[in-house]
């Protein structure tokens, strides 16, 4: 996930191939790979920034079972090379697109930041493993200020049906499936474990409207430099509340008018039963709180899917 900043400074450097510019063309652009250290030094050469919000990632927590490879590779590689690139650079202020997926199957809920960590798939441990090595980063030099934004479950749209999720190929996450459900690109949605110990047998997760989600990077950007001092700290980006498969399916159908046939299929190797998030934390220190509800997402996800039935590319894909 990329994110367009619309700031005088601002630059969004296009590094996963998953990933597309077609929601904010008119932005400054670089399209590269943090694996090549060659992009990173045209981009870092061509101005001053004063602090980078990392997004570049592989984020299917399934994908990532099937291929730990591949995310060890891109999301490990990629971020050594990013820090090398800011420090030569004199640019020590980070925000870092951590994950839910550290907490794993959470011992205690809702999960805190000083929450046993304890990731269980290939993905939560590259999160995992990235967030020990910003922490190292900043003990073996003090100048580092970074701030690792926990998400929980991002889904919606901007309200204006301008900018939303336009996945290639099955989408990995459950929105944009139920999404292509309802405008008619897939014939019905896989819901991966129905014998879960929660209310309805499906699994529970907190899910966050993108634009909370968005107002939490910026309020975390306020935080580095309100506190130069802050070092290396966590924080929750959730709502705090748990919204089953079938909840979310129910929310959707109401906002979109349309039917969601779904199969019932096995569980996927590496989910949780259920994770949602304390956000105490964030509101006492960032002055942040989510003001969106699974109405206003699916609401926002729908309004951007009517205007973009088949995505940012138009007509139907094959």
Known sequence: MSLCLPLPRATLIE????????ACPSRGVFQGDLRN?????????ARRY????????????????????????????????????????????????????VYGWPEVIPCVEDSKLQAANPYGRTK?????????????????????????????????GEIGEDPKGIPNNLLPYIQQVAVGRLPELNVYGHDYPTRDGTAIRDYIHVVDLADGHIAA???????PDIGCVAYNLGTGRGTSVLEMVAAFKKASGKEIPTKLCPR??????????????????????????????????????????YGYCGGAKK
């Not at 590094?15 to 077609?22: D, E, H, Q, Y």
Request: net charge negative.
């Open 50 to 101: 004063d602090a980078v919000i990392h997004f570049a990632g592989l984020k299917a927590v399934g994908e990532s079972v099937a291929h730990p490879e591949m995310y060890y590779e891109n999301n490990l590689i990629g971020t050594i090379n990013l820090y090398k690139s800011m420090k030569e650079h004199g640019c020590k202020k980070l925000v870092f697109s951590s994950s839910a997926t």
């Open 221 to 227: 950007l306020k935080k580095l430099f309100d506190s």
């Open 268 to 309: 996927r190797p590496g989910d949780a039963t259920e994770v949602y998030a304390s956000t105490e934390k964030a509101e006492r220190e960032l002055a942040w709180r989510a003001q969106y509800g699974i109405e206003e997402m699916c609401r926002d996800q729908w309004n951007w899917a009517k205007k973009n039935p």
């Open 15 to 22: 590094l996963v191939s998953r990933s597309r510019c077609a």
């Open 37 to 45: 250290t060659d992009d990173l030094e045209k981009v870092f050469a």
């Open 128 to 160: 995992l493993i990235l967030e020990d090595m910003a922490r190292d980063y900043h003990r073996a030099d003090t100048e580092w200020s970074i701030v690792l934004l926990r998400y929980f479950n991002p889904i919606g749209a901007h309200s204006s």
